[in-house]
């Protein structure tokens, strides 16, 4: 089996969407920065595009993700200062160590395992790898979440996501942009009951209202879990499709966790406009990548 170039390239341009995302709104964590005023580069990204990059580095077009590379490549990779939350530092460094995720993964927070937002924040180039197959992209962002986040909630995130970005990818290649409506009905439709179900259901109702009453009713990552996060990330992208400046921004008019709203934002979105959508200036001021980063074979 192989990956045609087109979605080769659209999963790196979901990975820039994302790092520029991420690093344009961890900006916004510095006092004095505005988007009337962007600062000069290089604009640092955090643990969300390093991940991410680990993400793609794991990617292949024959085969499903290998948890154990994939859990192995975090734990290479990981570098603390990139703003992990302690939970994801403590797993790290055991991972890199050496300990099985299999146990690490399942024992946190009191063996409920994390509802962090970590395995949707870095997954949206995955499911743009697979745009055209919602279906797969669905089942190996389970896969690339269980290796740090065994809440099912966590891992409901990052369904979603990649879903989001798959059928994002896929409208791309077709020409077709979805209605934010049926974008997320679909979304929707790979999802159990639970409160990332319940969020998206709500981020649908909400479609028409302004990003900070959307924010204030679904939650802006503030929390940092899946279900304060997601929801919100993809009302921006399903009503932001086709312009990420404005869906860039509209993350930072939210407030809370904007690194990762946008990045997550910013990966869906990329993966419907390319990387001509992304403003070449920000590109330009985004710390580069890792030479890791993609290396899909």
């Not at 680990?54 to 603390?80: K, M, Y």
């Not at 389970?142 to 891992?155: C, G, K, N, Q």
């Not at 970005?165 to 439709?189: F, K, M, N, Q, Y």
């Amino acid at each position: 089996m192989s990956v045609s170039m087109p979605m080769i390239d659209i999963c790196g341009d979901s990975l820039d969407g994302l790092s520029v995302g991420d690093a344009l709104g961890a900006q916004f964590f510095v006092p004095g920065t505005s988007p009337e005023k962007l600062p000069d580069g290089p604009w640092p990204w955090t643990d969300d595009t390093e991940m991410a990059c680990s993400v793609t580095a794991a990617l292949r077009p024959d085969r499903p993700i290998d948890q154990d590379e994939l859990a192995a490549l975090f734990g290479e990779h990981f570098e603390p200062y990139r703003g992990y939350g302690g939970g994801a530092v403590v797993l790290l460094r055991r991972l890199r160590e050496g300990g099985s995720w299999r146990e690490l993964a399942p024992a946190a927070f009191g063996g409920q395992g994390s509802m962090g937002n970590g395995a949707a924040m870095r997954v949206a180039p995955l499911g743009a790898f697979h745009a055209g197959d919602s279906r797969t992209a669905a089942r190996e962002a389970l896969r690339s979440a269980e290796v740090t986040h065994a809440h099912p909630e966590a891992i409901l995130g990052a369904v979603a996501v990649a879903v989001t970005a798959a059928e994002a990818g896929w409208a791309r290649t077709v020409r077709d942009r979805p209605a934010p409506a049926d974008l997320l009905d679909v979304v929707h439709g790979f999802l159990v009951e639970s409160r990332v179900a319940a969020g998206v259901a709500r981020a649908r109702r909400l479609l028409g209202v302004s990003a900070a009453e959307a924010a204030y009713e679904l939650g802006n990552g503030s929390q940092v879990l899946a279900p304060d996060t997601v929801p919100f990330a993809l009302w921006t992208a399903a009503t932001y499709l086709d312009d990420f400046p404005a869906a860039i921004m509209a993350c930072v008019a939210a407030g809370g966790d904007v690194d990762t709203t946008a990045a997550i934002v910013g990966g869906i979105v990329a993966a419907y406009t390319g990387r001509d959508g992304i403003p070449a200036e920000w590109l330009a001021r985004r710390e580069p990548l890792p030479s890791y980063a993609l290396t899909v074979s």
